[in-house]
């Protein structure tokens, strides 16, 4: 998956879990700036996005996230972790 669908997919799982129709994210968006995006929103969107996946985040790793970029990264070096 490029980067591209990997922004588009985790844009909406954003949008879903925020209760928005659709939702555009770039590298630099932040949980900040996308309304309704809070610490309960993040775990839901942690769980699909480990689910949509098939990773395994650790909290660690979650903590260190500045924007969408950072997550995008993460989500990227666990996949490649998890096809060894």
């Not at 610490?39 to 500045?66: P, W, Y």
């Not at 996949?79 to 060894?84: F, L, P, T, V």
């Amino acid at each position: 998956m490029d980067e591209t669908e990997l922004l588009q997919t985790l844009s909406a799982i954003v949008a879903e879990a925020c209760g928005h129709d659709r939702l555009t994210l770039t590298r630099a968006s932040t949980a900040a700036e996308v309304k309704g995006w809070d610490s309960l929103r993040m775990v839901m969107v942690i769980v699909a996005v480990e689910e949509r996946f098939g990773i395994k985040m650790r909290t660690r790793e979650i903590d260190r996230l500045k924007s969408v970029g950072d997550f995008v990264d993460l989500i990227r070096g666990r996949m490649a972790a998890a096809k060894g």
